[in-house]
């Protein structure tokens, strides 16, 4: 099946929500935690066991032995000795203990909670008597505290609030916690209405404030990530739009977002993962404040995002010169950034859109960019991080085992062990499935306890079996991927002849009791998909999908003229399950007459030996 890619394959009406933001509520759906879902399928539950048992191992492994990450703690707290590393090297600490505190959850570990603990305490000595921590001013200069907005003294506060909460809820321990507690009140009374005034110039505290107020339910915090919202685009910004010294040692207000006022937004610019944590804050206050400023604003980005500035693997930011976008429709593929944690970023998002609107659109994109730029991060094995996910390389891109800026190593410690947040959501009278992964799962609807269980072989194929475990009076809605032009559903055997759908979503009305079982069958044909014709860099290159998989060529698996390799209008594809091939695969055999060759999904790519690789393939017309 031929099918042209415009960027997210979506189609750009906003249905269902109107654009002053009042027909609907906000905050439509909440999301279910992952702590009340466990997790059973072939696909993702190896994950999880091989991220507990490898990668959070080499996270700290690196962060004790390799680095000095944890060592600047103990020198602040002891107020003598050198700062290793780079500046904002702290919040890689902050990152992997939200990991280890979500591992936690579904992982119980008194090891790895110890070593938690350990950790705890020395952040909590290195903090100054004021609430002040950032171990890179007090080992370096005190007197420079709050001097330079590209210092990241609220990048790493902000990890640190995120950290404190999830291991708050992982353990009910407060240590963290209060540090956060601390820290915020400390920046809280030096800056904000009547004080001074702040751009950070790079955002992530505003997301984590409105964490920090949820686990609190202390207001200011909200308003607080509100004021700092405020106070972008208005001249404010200064010093220091990336590193000292560096080609950003000037403030660039486009780079940082503070070009204008975050409300006039509609174009998305500087860098990319930046872009990510800004609008995550900015939907947090609109949905809990009821500001549809900020929403119209969102749709507005979201249309720039993903329909100009958007890979097929659902990554983002082009240019390695500011780590992030250029001109709309610059896409290009040896020299993508993609950066790993933006693609984390577009997942994170693009829930909270979701959240807001009830659009299956936005889990959509969701689904892209978690299965394949955010899962292209990480090696089958664990131990290996990429932090650039070009879409073609001469074979001289490699996974490394960390970084000297390891954003993307620790990111990817705290995103797996999430993935379970992604499934569901609740609204007062439905049950929202959004992503198909098998587990078990019980969580409450209106204070009424509903347990599922869902079996499903994705995403290699469409068959996806939902069991209720117990009575629910209410709606089931049933995400239809954007790729699936083709379905069946049935219950208890009886097949729906035109099911009622709704912004994406199949809707199931009726008084289930325990024991009704739900058949989805979404067809999951090969695809062959062209770019839109504005993107030069694929103009006569066609890319494979398959479901939510997208596929390139791997010189290992195609050694002879791999740079003759093309897709003709008669190719044929044959699809091919291989248990023993990188952890378990469907591949794709493209068939040109007597000529084969293979595809594997994107996110496997560089697992074996070094080699060519390429999403997007030279294709000949007649």
């Known amino acids: 099946m031929k099918r042209f890619f415009t960027l997210t394959l979506l189609c750009a009406t906003l249905v269902g929500y109107g654009r002053t933001g009042k027909e609907q509520p906000f905050n439509m759906i909440t999301p279910v935690d992952f702590s009340h879902v466990k997790i059973t399928d072939r696909f993702w539950a190896p994950r999880l066991q091989i991220h507990a048992a490898t990668t959070l191992a080499v996270c700290i492994d690196q962060i004790e032995n390799q680095t000095g990450r944890i060592r600047n ?24 203990l939200e990991g280890i505190a979500y591992t936690l959850v579904n992982h119980p570990d008194p090891e790895l909670e110890r070593k938690a603990d350990e950790w705890i305490d020395k952040i909590a ?3 100054q008597p004021d609430g002040y921590i950032f171990t890179f001013y007090t080992l370096t200069g005190p007197e420079k505290r709050w001097t330079n907005m590209g210092m990241h003294e609220m990048y790493c506060a902000g990890h640190m609030f995120e950290g404190a909460v ?83 040692k000037d403030w660039d207000p486009a780079y940082c ?64 010169r500011n780590e992030g976008f250029t001109e709309d429709y610059d896409l290009p593929n040896y020299e ?50 990429f932090y650039v996910n070009p879409l073609a390389s001469k074979g001289d891109h490699h996974r490394r085992t960390w970084y000297g800026t390891a954003c993307c190593p620790s990111q990817i410690s705290r995103f797996i062990p999430s993935i379970g947040n992604y499934i569901y959501g609740v609204s007062s009278d439905a049950v929202w499935v959004n992503l198909y992964i098998g587990n078990t799962a019980e969580f409450k609807v209106d204070k009424k306890t509903v347990k599922l269980r869902q079996e499903t072989g994705y995403p290699w194929d469409g068959a996806v079996a939902l069991t209720l475990e117990s009575a629910f009076a209410g709606d089931i809605r049933l995400r239809i991927p954007d790729w699936c032009k083709s379905y069946t559903l049935a219950v208890n055997g009886e097949t729906l002849a035109s099911p009622a759908t709704e912004k994406g979503y199949a809707i199931l009305k009726r008084k289930w009791k325990a024991g009704d079982r739900i058949v989805l069958t979404l067809d999951m044909p090969v695809e062959v998909v062209a770019a839109d014709p504005r993107v030069k860099e694929n103009s006569g290159k066609r890319a494979i999908q398959r479901g939510p998989l997208v596929y390139c060529i791997e010189e290992a698996d195609n050694k002879d003229g791999f740079d003759q390799i093309a897709l003709l209008p008669d ?5 091919t399950f291989q248990p023993s091939l990188l ?6 055999t493209a068939i040109n007459g007597d000529r084969a060759f293979t595809l594997l999904p994107y996110y496997a790519w560089d697992n074996r030996e070094a080699g060519e690789m390429k999403v997007w393939i030279d294709y000949v017309e007649p």
């Open 571 to 575: 190719t044929k594809y044959q699809v």
């Open 125 to 127: 000595a290195a903090q």
């Open 166 to 248: 999830a291991y708050y809820q992982a353990t009910g321990k407060r240590k963290l916690l209060d540090v956060s507690v601390k820290m915020a009140d400390h920046i809280m009374s030096v800056f904000g209405p009547g004080k001074r005034h702040w751009v950070p110039g790079h955002e992530e505290i505003e997301l984590a404030l409105v964490k920090l107020y949820g686990a609190t339910g202390e207001e200011k915090y909200l308003d607080f990530a509100g004021w700092l919202l405020e106070e972008r685009g208005h001249g404010y910004g200064s010093k220091g739009g990336n590193y000292p010294g560096g080609s950003h």
């Open 583 to 588: 952890n378990g695969v469907t591949t794709v």
């Open 73 to 96: 703690f103990e020198h602040a707290a002891r107020g003598e000795g050198e700062h290793s590393g780079i500046f904002y090297d702290d919040s890689d600490v902050y990152k992997a």
């Open 257 to 320: 977002q503070d070009d204008r006022p975050v409300r006039e937004m509609s174009d998305i610019a500087g860098h990319a993962v930046r872009a990510m944590y800004l609008y995550c804050g900015m939907a947090d206050v609109a949905a809990l404040k009821n500001d549809t400023g900020y929403v119209d604003a969102m749709h507005r980005l979201w249309d720039d995002v993903v329909f100009r500035n958007m890979y097929i693997t659902g990554g983002i930011g082009s240019s390695h």
């Open 336 to 385: 993508a950034y993609c950066e790993t944690c933006a693609s984390v970023g577009m997942v994170l998002w693009n829930r909270r859109m979701n959240r807001l609107t009830g659009e299956a659109k936005y889990i959509d994109v969701l689904e892209r960019s978690m299965y394949n730029g955010a899962l292209a991060g990480i090696s089958l094995a664990g131990d290996l991080f």
